[in-house]
């Protein structure tokens, strides 16, 4: 009975690939691909001559009769820009749909980034919250990490480089200045783990490049007073001020976020001036 193959692919250094995920590739009818240029590569370094077909976002919906057809006769592969498809990218309609037609679909395990990074952080692996990418806007981002406050796993998300100052900037002011891996261009020549706190991952990436991916450390009962470094409480400070807040304002705003004593954050207030 033909089948639908889930093939993980790399996530950068193309010699993470699995022989058996090769041997698919190369026995299949057909690839439907999220990224034709990427897979091509891939497809080239390993002499694999099978046949693609775009699978993307923006195709989904009408490429998916075609795909489900092609299945009733043969077997099809399903590989996503990198790692394990249907995670994070347009598969998840096609599994969906195959599985209630009946279609054997097969995973082909391999690299995925969501394990890289969770076992290079440095941070509790035992369990942990996938968000996947975080919201675009900037309110419904904040509105993800106020319901999360308490969230005492560890949480794992993908960023974009040109959202990612901002994300980091809420992160700080809604969950507090904890323990951060930044993990980015994982595999790649470029590869860079970076551990420590928000605000210093702030300080960091000045100007971010690449796919990024964040570990952030789980809630562990009252914030450290310690923890929230007089980096933060200044910078957060000083952007309400910007903003037009009063001190009153800022600093009842900024006591509800960090729990730190009204009295240490209007001194910090002070000492700006």
Request: aromatic share 6%.
């Amino acid at each position: 009975m033909p089948t639908l193959y889930l093939v993980a692919t790399p996530i950068g250094n193309l010699e993470d690939i699995s022989l058996r995920a090769v041997r698919i590739l190369g026995e299949v009818r057909l690839i439907a691909a999220e990224d034709t240029r990427r897979t091509r590569r891939l497809l080239s370094v390993y002499k694999i001559k099978t046949p693609q077909t775009s699978y993307h976002e923006h195709n989904k919906k009408s490429k998916l009769s075609y795909l489900l057809e092609r299945l009733e006769h043969e077997d099809i592969a399903l590989v996503s820009e990198a790692g394990m498809p249907g995670i994070s990218d347009p598969g998840y309609e096609l599994v969906l749909a195959a599985i209630e037609r009946g279609t054997p679909v097969v995973a082909i395990p391999g690299p995925s980034v969501l394990p890289t990074a969770l076992a290079v952080s440095g941070l509790p692996t035992n369990q942990f919250l996938y968000l996947g990418f975080l919201p675009r806007g900037k309110g419904e981002r904040k509105r993800l990490l106020e319901s999360i406050t308490s969230e005492s796993r560890t949480i794992v998300a993908f960023e974009a480089p040109h959202r990612l100052l901002d994300s980091l900037s809420d992160l700080l002011e809604g969950l507090g200045d904890r323990k951060i891996a930044v993990c980015r261009e994982l595999t790649k020549m470029h590869e860079e783990v970076f551990r420590g706190t928000v605000s210093q991952a702030m300080a960091h990436f000045s100007r971010p490049r690449g796919e990024f991916t964040l570990v952030i450390a789980g809630y562990s009962g009252r914030r450290d007073q310690k923890e929230l470094t007089d980096f933060f409480i200044k910078e957060e400070l000083r952007r309400l001020r910007c903003e037009g807040a009063t001190a009153k304002e800022a600093v009842a705003k900024l006591a509800r976020v960090t729990h730190l004593s009204k009295k240490l954050l209007y001194k910090a207030w002070l000492e700006l001036s």
